[in-house]
């Protein structure tokens, strides 16, 4: 394969994975690792969940969440190099990780014109830059064009271990069902995606194994960052 100088080019590093796989701290260390930018996709559906609790929406109503999307305004704030969502101009990161949005995050990510109006803001976001995104659907449906794409996993008493060592109680498996049965963009691993376990790895091993893959792929990029 022809190596190619990504500077001014779309790059796009697709990571998927359940609930407390270690995605986002892996995502955020390759992004610092390659000098690309970071963005959580899972922080815009938290934000567009947190926005229907605030205006009393029904969570479980797929034609009121709709509607509620639609007459609301999404964007992608930097704070330095944080990309973070703002719905209708406020900030909402104080409350991504209530218990109260954990728990509705699911449904209300599952309503299609959610899905429709994140992906778009998240492909306009990326366009002509270097980016790591981390989600659900990144691969599989956000930009299943990218060669470079990731399926973090762990088994699921792993990975429910670690949301109780943060001091959650929630549970994750109800969310990761949702996820994954969905009819739009469920969560799946993308053809084409190398699958890995981070029940063994920390995450400077899972870094080393994504960087080894993409470089085998033929991604240049600045190696003397660390
Ligand atoms: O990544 P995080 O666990 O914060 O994501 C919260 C929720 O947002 C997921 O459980 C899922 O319902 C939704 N999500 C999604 N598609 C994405 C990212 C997150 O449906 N690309």
Redesign the pocket.
């Known amino acids: 394969m022809n190596k190619a100088d990504t500077s001014s080019f779309t790059v796009v590093i697709a990571i998927?994975g359940?609930?407390?796989s270690g995605?986002?701290t892996v995502a955020r260390a390759l992004a610092a690792r390659l000098g690309y930018r970071f963005l959580?996709?899972?922080?815009?559906?938290?934000a567009i969940?947190w926005n229907c609790l605030s205006q009393d929406v029904d969570c479980r109503n797929v034609g009121a969440v709709a509607s509620a999307v639609g007459n609301s305004h999404v964007e992608i704030g930097c704070d330095g190099t944080d990309y973070y969502p703002v719905v209708d101009g406020a900030d909402p990161r104080a409350h991504?990780?209530e218990q109260v949005?954990?728990a509705n995050?699911?449904?209300?990510?599952?309503v299609p014109a959610?899905?429709y109006i994140?992906?778009a803001a998240?492909r306009v976001h990326a366009q002509g830059r270097q980016t790591v995104?981390?989600?659900?659907?990144?691969g599989s449906?956000?930009f299943p064009e990218t060669p470079y794409k990731f399926y973090i996993d762990a088994p699921a008493q792993v990975r429910q271990r670690r949301r109780r060592d943060q001091g959650q109680t929630e549970e994750?498996a109800k969310?990761?069902f949702?996820?994954s049965t969905?009819s739009t963009?469920p969560?799946t691993i993308a053809p084409g995606a190398t699958v890995i376990d981070t029940s063994t790895l920390d995450v400077e091993g899972v870094v080393a194994a994504m960087v080894e893959k993409i470089c085998a792929q033929g991604l240049v990029f600045d190696r003397t960052r660390r």
């Open positions: 998927d359940p609930a407390a995605k986002s959580n996709s899972g922080d815009l559906y938290r969940t991504l990780r949005v954990n995050v699911s449904p209300v990510s599952a959610v899905r994140l992906s998240i995104v981390e989600g659900r659907d990144i449906a956000v994750i969310r990761d949702i996820d969905r963009d969560l």
